[in-house]
């Protein structure tokens, strides 16, 4: 079964400056997804960014871009020029393609805290 | 405006009791899914439904049930039998299957979730 780990319960940055989230996912499989996704205050879940597993190029979304290094099954989030409203729970998700791809697998999370 | 509307936002169970979790949606998505979500943990999945009138169980669903009697409409009941029913319930919707077409990548789409708690 795939995992997803994420090794950083939580997280502080200032305003402005940059911060890396990490993510790591233990699967058999070569054609997958990757998603991270935010969950502030309101607890409502937002999806940040998506990564295509065949897709050697990494994915960027204005502020926010991953590092996506298939061999070391590793996804880092990297949020440049961190706004306040940036504060939130971020999850890494791995969903499989063909059977089973309903499902998308979570990692525990990681809170970031942007201080002013 | 069109999204996921997930009611009420907060609910009380007492012991013995059955209660049910609601989820509309109107996006004209195919497939809807249930999640919770524990305190410090990620989101583990319930049930989840690919069309209408048919549904699966996901990693967690002893103690849930569902229906997905209309399209719109994936209502989740926490039984008696779930002894630990308190926490952050989502309900998502997604695309979901045109013919055969993988669901690769599909965008999930999030309620604003039910907080239940055990009176």
């Known amino acids: 079964a795939q995992t997803v780990t994420q090794s950083q319960p939580e997280m502080s940055v200032q305003e402005a400056e940059t911060v890396t989230l990490s993510c790591t996912y233990d699967t058999s499989e070569s054609d997958y997804y990757l998603f991270w996704y935010k969950q502030p205050p309101s607890r409502q879940m937002i999806l940040v960014i998506r990564q295509e597993a065949y897709k050697q190029q990494n994915a960027t979304e204005n502020r926010f871009s991953v590092n996506f290094q298939k061999a070391a099954k590793s996804f880092s989030l990297k949020i440049s020029d961190s706004q306040l409203g940036d504060a939130a729970m971020y999850f890494c998700?791995?969903?499989?393609?063909?059977?089973?791809?309903?499902?998308?697998?979570f990692g525990q999370g990681t809170r970031l805290t942007i201080n002013p | 405006d069109g999204g996921i509307t997930q009611s009420p936002k907060y609910l009380f169970r007492k012991e013995g009791q059955n209660v049910t979790l609601s989820c509309e949606q109107n996006l004209n998505h195919d497939a809807m899914y249930w999640y919770r979500q524990d305190p410090g943990q990620g989101l583990r999945l319930i049930y989840y439904?690919?069309?209408?009138?048919?549904?699966q169980k996901g990693d967690i669903a002893e103690g849930y049930s569902v229906s997905r009697e209309k399209k719109e409409s994936f209502p989740l009941t926490v039984t008696s039998a779930q002894k630990n029913p308190t926490a952050f319930y989502l309900c998502?919707?997604?695309?979901?299957?045109?013919?055969?077409?993988?669901?690769?990548?599909?965008?999930?789409?999030f309620g604003s979730g039910t907080q239940l708690s055990v009176l």
């Open positions: 998700a791995y969903r499989r393609v063909g059977q089973g791809a309903q499902k998308l697998v």
């Open positions: 439904s690919q069309i209408v009138n048919d549904f």
């Open positions: 998502a919707s997604s695309p979901g299957r045109r013919s055969q077409v993988d669901l690769r990548g599909e965008k999930l789409f």
